[in-house]
């Protein structure tokens, strides 16, 4: 199945540093990958929609400046949290879909997440 | 835009009982995915239903999408421990939206 390889795992940096974190499709072309946060016992948040070669789509409340996003590739995407702050310590993570599938009960594919800790 | 509601938000059975998770929208859905995600790990797929009324079994898994597809359920019987987790309800159009979650504990 589609596999989606996400790095790192677990990073703590000091404030006001930036993060890049890696989501990669393995075995897959993904043009679309999303970029999800979620904060402990919460639901996951989807922050932005990446899109090869183009501009990512933020939504509603996600400062792009902050989160920047590049997809320059098919089989990557980064998230590079800028200028971290504590309150951006939470779990981030990345999916894709295999649209070469054409199952419709065939979902998307989640990354491993990045807990990411600021200090 | 869409928004999927799922209740409880937290459910403590005991070993053996049975569990169901209830997902609620005020719209018409094309379609409704059910994740389930460990402590400490990320989503993982479990299905997705597409079809007014349609039933699909995994095992003790029991999946029901609403004959008006605005509710779905995830029902699980006999719960053993490895159930323990979070399950969340989704539905995709260009994006995908996820319900808060119901977090299930199991009692040995």
């Known amino acids: 199945g589609a596999v989606v390889s996400q790095h790192p795992s677990r990073v703590i940096c000091k404030s006001g540093t930036s993060v890049k974190i890696e989501c990669r499709s393995l075995?897959?072309?993904?043009?679309?990958m999303f970029w999800y946060r979620q904060f402990p016992k919460q639901s996951l948040m989807l922050m932005a929609t990446?899109?090869?070669?183009?501009?990512?789509?933020?939504e509603q409340g996600v400062e792009k400046d902050k989160f920047l996003i590049n997809h320059a590739s098919l089989t990557l995407s980064t998230l590079t949290v800028t200028s971290a702050h504590p309150e951006d310590s939470s779990f981030y993570i990345c999916?894709?879909?295999?649209?070469?599938?054409?199952?419709?009960?065939?979902?998307?594919?989640f990354g491993s997440g990045t807990r990411l800790t600021v200090v | 835009g869409q928004q999927v509601m799922q209740i409880p938000q937290y459910q403590h059975v005991q070993e053996g009982e049975d569990f169901t998770t209830y997902c609620n929208s005020s719209?018409?859905?094309?379609?409704i995915q059910w994740y389930k995600q460990r402590p400490g790990g990320h989503p993982v797929f479990l299905i997705q239903?597409?079809?007014?009324?349609e039933v699909k079994k995994q095992k003790r898994l029991t999946f029901q999408f609403g004959e008006a597809k605005k509710n779905s359920s995830l029902h699980i019987t006999a719960t053993q421990t490895t159930d323990v987790g979070t399950y969340f309800c989704?539905?995709?159009?260009?994006?995908?939206?996820f319900g808060k979650g119901t977090r299930l504990h199991i009692l040995p």
């Open positions: 719209t018409t859905l094309s379609n």
């Open positions: 990446s899109n090869e070669g183009s501009k990512a789509t933020y």
């Open positions: 999916s894709a879909r295999d649209f070469r599938q054409t199952n419709p009960h065939y979902g998307y594919t």
């Open positions: 075995d897959f072309q993904a043009t679309t």
């Open positions: 989704s539905t995709r159009d260009d994006k995908i939206i």
């Open positions: 239903l597409v079809k007014s009324g």
